[in-house]
């Protein structure tokens, strides 16, 4: 996609399944599948999408609010 203008036009065509698996292919790829918090170049595997703002404090999901993270950055983060 050349904008996410052009992102949003193709996600309205697209069952509701496919829409949110290209949304979240087009996070990791304008973070060019490195973590936001190591720089670490990460796989599908060792790859996820956070919020910034967490949702249960008011965050939304949207481009501007996520970034790529690596799973095992994810996990020591988590309380407990």
């Known amino acids: 996609f050349h904008c996410e203008q052009d992102l949003l036009v193709n996600l309205i065509v697209l069952t509701p399944k496919l829409a949110r698996r290209k949304f979240r ?5 304008s973070w ?9 170049h990460l796989t599908q595997d060792t790859a996820t ?3 910034i ?3 249960h404090k008011g965050g939304h ?10 799973r095992r950055v994810i996990d020591q983060k988590a309380p407990g």
């Open 61 to 70: 999901n949207i481009r501007s609010n996520m970034v790529v993270a690596a």
């Open 49 to 51: 999408i956070d919020h």
């Open 25 to 29: 292919h087009y996070i990791f790829a």
């Open 32 to 40: 060019d599948w490195a973590c936001a918090y190591c720089g670490k």
């Open 53 to 55: 703002l967490p949702k």
